[in-house]
């Protein structure tokens, strides 16, 4: 039989080489996450006061369990994604394009969506009686906008890609850097964070904490490591974090306020055990039957991470007026589902977008959603597409 017959070429083609494992893997670790990020900021149409009245009730827990188990892992992982993501990237090190590339897929759609959200959920307060922030003041407006030194009332979402982007200003300089530095970074960002530093230059100094990680984890095949890991080693450590957290932040013990930086600790090594669970499932579910959903699906999670905020406020509430708030008996139902009804108000404005406005639906998708999909090494992780490649 010769070489070049068309069976042989096949029986070839089928066996996915590890770069393609891993590339389905950082797609469907995107899914998991950004859907994830919905429970943390999942409507619950009480306030501040009334979601501390029922804490220890069983909505409130499910809530809870819900945000910690599937949404603390997702800003860490996101993180560590696009750290290994630009440990790869050749381009990296060419600071002015890599730069003007990122200001394009994460900064313009963050400027843009911060200005869309004050547009729709601004002007539903101010003619249509939604409670929401309306603009106030000029430096209200700039803070909402750019989040220049505090966290954005509307899209609370949006420091994350804030501090990616910065994060990506110093890549060229990181990549450069040795192991020990990386490490050192790392060690640094985290305690600057535990203490409450930060801001006003990062909102939060743990992204560049998970950025640089990723960064190591390239560089050492960390990531293929955990990928092959026996599941209780994978899970145990946020098994065993988790219980520790929930004793620790139980209202009355007194532990928040005596050693409010220990809880802040404790908080950020549940993070970092739950991505190492993450990242094993990820790459569990990249080999199995719903990897081919899972990547159908990922092109419109930078999408939905921007949007689903304004979703929250806008659409939420109507769906809510039917279920009830928390503690209503029918919530429930809507608390489990919200990630898929985001993703799916998501999908649509994002189609309606492509066929209307593509180069609106391009630039709002971080490059995602127009024309041929840009290859990987570019290092973004939720700005660059994964395109596999067949073995060879």
């Not at 029986?11 to 797609?27: G, K, L």
């Not at 509307?154 to 420091?159: A, G, H, K």
């Not at 309606?352 to 090494?377: H, N, Q, Y």
């Given at each position: 039989?010769?070489?070049?017959?068309?069976?042989?070429?096949?029986?070839?083609?089928?066996?996915?080489?590890?770069?393609?494992?891993?590339?389905?893997?950082?797609?469907?670790?995107r899914?998991?996450?950004?859907?994830g990020?919905?429970?943390?900021?999942?409507w619950?149409g009480?306030?501040?006061g009334?979601?501390?009245?029922?804490?220890g009730?069983?909505?409130e827990?499910?809530?809870?369990?819900?945000?910690?188990?599937?949404?603390?892992s997702?800003?860490?992982?996101?993180?560590?994604?696009?750290?290994?993501?630009?440990?790869?990237?050749?381009?990296?090190?060419?600071?002015?394009?890599?730069?003007?590339h990122?200001?394009?897929?994460?900064?313009?759609?963050?400027?843009?969506?911060?200005?869309?959200?004050?547009?729709?959920?601004?002007?539903?307060?101010?003619?249509?009686?939604?409670?929401?922030?309306?603009?106030?003041?000029?430096?209200?407006?700039?803070?909402?906008?750019?989040?220049?030194?505090?966290?954005?009332d509307?899209?609370?979402?949006?420091?994350f890609?804030?501090?990616?982007?910065?994060?990506?200003?110093?890549?060229?300089?990181?990549a450069?850097?040795?192991?020990?530095?990386?490490?050192?970074?790392?060690?640094?960002?985290?305690?600057?964070?535990?203490?409450?530093?930060?801001?006003?230059?990062?909102?939060?100094?743990?992204?560049?904490?998970?950025?640089?990680i990723?960064?190591?984890?390239?560089?050492?095949?960390?990531?293929?490591?955990?990928?092959?890991?026996?599941?209780?080693?994978?899970?145990?450590?946020?098994?065993?974090?988790?219980?520790?957290?929930?004793?620790?932040?139980?209202?009355?013990?007194?532990?928040?306020?005596a050693?409010?930086?220990?809880?802040?600790?404790?908080?950020?090594?549940?993070?970092?055990?739950?991505?190492?669970?993450?990242?094993?499932?990820?790459?569990?579910?990249?080999?199995?039957?719903?990897?081919?959903?899972?990547?159908?699906?990922?092109?419109?999670?930078?999408?939905?991470?921007?949007?689903?905020?304004?979703?929250?406020?806008?659409?939420?509430?109507?769906?809510?007026?039917?279920?009830?708030?928390?503690?209503?008996?029918?919530?429930?139902?809507?608390?489990?589902?919200?990630?898929?009804?985001?993703?799916?108000?998501?999908?649509?404005?994002?189609?309606?977008?492509?066929?209307?406005?593509?180069?609106?639906?391009?630039?709002?998708?971080?490059?995602?959603?127009?024309?041929?999909?840009?290859?990987?090494?570019?290092?973004?992780?939720?700005?660059?597409?994964?395109?596999?490649?067949?073995?060879?």
């Open positions: 039989m010769s070489l070049t017959h068309p069976v042989a070429v096949s029986s070839v083609a089928f066996s996915p080489r590890p770069e393609a494992r891993t590339s389905d893997a950082i797609a469907i670790a899914v998991l996450c950004i859907l990020v919905v429970y943390v900021h999942a619950t009480l306030d501040s009334a979601l501390l009245a029922l804490k009730s069983g909505q827990t499910l809530r809870w369990t819900l945000m910690e188990t599937f949404g603390r997702a800003v860490p992982l996101l993180g560590l994604i696009s750290g290994w993501l630009v440990a790869g990237s050749s381009r990296v090190r060419n600071f002015g394009p890599h730069v003007a990122k200001a394009r897929t994460i900064l313009l759609p963050m400027l843009l969506w911060n200005a869309i959200a004050i547009i729709l959920v601004s002007g539903a307060a101010l003619f249509a009686g939604l409670q929401a922030p309306v603009p106030h003041s000029a430096e209200w407006m700039a803070q909402e906008l750019l989040i220049l030194t505090r966290n954005p509307i899209n609370v979402q949006m420091p890609l804030r501090d990616l982007f910065l994060c990506m200003v110093a890549a060229p300089l990181l450069r850097a040795p192991n020990w530095m990386l490490a050192s970074v790392a060690a640094l960002a985290g305690g600057a964070f535990i203490l409450g530093y930060g801001p006003p230059v990062l909102m939060r100094a743990s992204i560049l904490m998970f950025f640089a990723g960064m190591i984890a390239r560089r050492t095949g960390a990531d293929t490591r955990v990928a092959s890991l026996p599941w209780a080693l994978a899970v145990l450590p946020f098994l065993l974090l988790l219980p520790l957290k929930v004793h620790v932040s139980l209202p009355g013990n007194g532990f928040a306020v050693h409010a930086q220990m809880l802040i600790a404790i908080d950020l090594s549940v993070r970092l055990a739950a991505t190492l669970a993450m990242w094993r499932i990820a790459c569990a579910l990249a080999a199995s039957g719903a990897s081919t959903f899972l990547k159908r699906i990922e092109p419109y999670m930078f999408f939905m991470f921007c949007s689903h905020l304004i979703f929250m406020w806008l659409v939420a509430p109507m769906i809510g007026r039917l279920t009830g708030p928390l503690g209503s008996p029918a919530y429930p139902a809507l608390l489990v589902l919200q990630p898929a009804l985001a993703l799916a108000s998501a999908a649509v404005l994002a189609k309606g977008l492509m066929l209307i406005a593509p180069e609106l639906a391009g630039i709002l998708s971080g490059g995602r959603l127009k024309g041929s999909r840009p290859r990987i090494d570019g290092g973004t992780v939720m700005t660059r597409p994964v395109r596999l490649q067949p073995a060879r």
